[in-house]
């Protein structure tokens, strides 16, 4: 057999031992790894024995150009069931299913895959993959529990079709979303950051809220929420579970988070309420109508002939920041809100943050070409405490992980209850 790959055979690439359990979803971590070792990856496949019978072993070597290591008795001298583990920069698991989570979870090494689980001291990320039932229960929860405690990131399956004919929570998210995952977590690591986020619930606001004028036609504005989802996806790189309340994006879904979709500014107030409740920390990146029409029309509002329209009467929408901000469902709750201004953008910021209550405002100058719809954003973050952090114009994913420095460093320690 070829060389046993140790984690050392592509000097200068990161590292990345991708397991995948017996599950059906593992022919989707074929393009999982063939996005890895694209990228730049050297990636070794540690299929266990069950997942061999949904995708063989030839298909992992051809994707990653290493031999497939499935045994610890495989070149048993060169110590595999501990080499593999030490040499990885980031260890993978997707699919995981209920008994690999259980196994991991337990410190069981019966293969080559739990064995590496127990030798890794790099960044591990979980990629569920189960029916909902299998999910939900009780043992699963636990399980995942106990990994997040410990430091993994176990990413939140996405809700969909699985086997047969049932469709719920369970479903591996996309390749690409994981993919995002494990980049930003390689990113980190190769940092010395590790998962500061990891025990915390945070929520997220994304997108544009719509209010419908008749069953056609509807108030809103430029909001892509691609600011929100960056905002998401970080959080949940840095070990967060994530809600996101997405109102009217059509931006694919985040690997890892809980996805609410909203389209008006009631029912995005509705959510995040609920939300909330045990959320640690609030952000408010959605672009909320500050108005409403007075009136719903049941049916399409006709034009007539020589008349113009009549004026559209407008009602004030609740604010939504302001409310959280002043009726925090629990002690050390933070309170994140977005300004969006086009022109004398502090000064508007300060008075804003003043009149808001939150503890932090992200303060951006906003136009017809800039911010709305764009890859990158500008910004200043303003606290309660007089600070004021600027982030250089560049990705909007900069503005996110500034973002969630600030909130690490406000949070409270964490209960060890």
């Not at 020589?306 to 050390?332: M, V, W």
């Not at 804003?352 to 709305?372: H, I, P």
Request: charged share 25%.
């Amino acid at each position: 057999m070829t060389q046993q790959w140790d984690g050392r055979t592509a000097a200068g690439k990161p590292r990345v031992v991708l397991g995948v359990s017996g599950g059906i979803a593992a022919y989707k971590a074929c393009e999982l790894a063939r996005r890895l070792t694209e990228s730049g990856h050297d990636v070794q496949a540690v299929p266990t024995a069950s997942a061999l019978h949904f995708v063989g072993a030839a298909t992992w070597s051809a994707l990653t150009g290493h031999p497939v290591a499935t045994e610890v008795w495989d070149t048993v001298h060169e110590v595999p069931h501990v080499r593999t583990g030490q040499g990885a920069d980031l260890v993978v698991v997707a699919p995981a299913t209920a008994d690999l989570l259980a196994k991991a979870a337990h410190g069981l090494a019966d293969d080559l895959l739990t064995n590496t689980l127990l030798t890794a001291r790099c960044p591990v990320v979980f990629a569920p993959a189960m029916h909902t039932e299998m999910w939900e229960h009780p043992a699963t929860r636990e399980n995942v529990a106990t990994l997040r405690r410990r430091g993994a990131l176990v990413v939140e399956p996405a809700v969909g079709r699985l086997t047969g004919k049932d469709t719920g929570k369970g479903r591996l998210p996309d390749p690409e979303a994981l993919f995002e995952v494990c980049r930003r977590v390689l990113q980190r690591g190769a940092a010395g950051v590790g998962p500061d986020l990891a025990g915390r619930h945070v929520v997220v606001t994304a997108g544009g809220t719509r209010e419908p004028l008749d069953p056609v036609r509807f108030l809103g504005n430029r909001s892509s929420g691609k600011q929100g989802y960056a905002l998401a996806r970080t959080a949940a790189a840095r070990g967060a579970r994530v809600t996101l309340v997405s109102a009217n994006s059509a931006l694919p879904d985040p690997a890892g988070v809980d996805l609410v979709r909203v389209g008006s500014a009631e029912e995005l107030r509705t959510a995040v309420t609920a939300a909330a409740a045990d959320a640690d920390a609030v952000v408010m990146a959605a672009a909320v109508a500050d108005f409403r029409p007075a009136a719903y029309a049941t049916g399409k509002i006709k034009k007539k002939a020589g008349q113009e329209p009549e004026p559209l009467a407008l009602a004030r929408n609740p604010d939504i920041l302001a409310e959280l901000a002043a009726h925090r469902p629990r002690p050390g709750q933070l309170v994140v809100g977005f300004a969006a201004e086009t022109d004398r953008v502090l000064e508007h910021g300060r008075a804003k943050l003043a009149a808001k209550g939150c503890d932090l405002l992200v303060v951006n100058e906003v136009g017809e070409s800039r911010t709305f719809g764009s890859e990158e954003n500008e910004a200043v973050v303003l606290g309660t405490d007089g600070s004021e952090t600027p982030v250089p114009h560049g990705p909007k994913e900069a503005l996110a992980e500034t973002v969630w420095d600030l909130i690490a460093e406000r949070f409270p320690g964490l209960s060890e209850d």
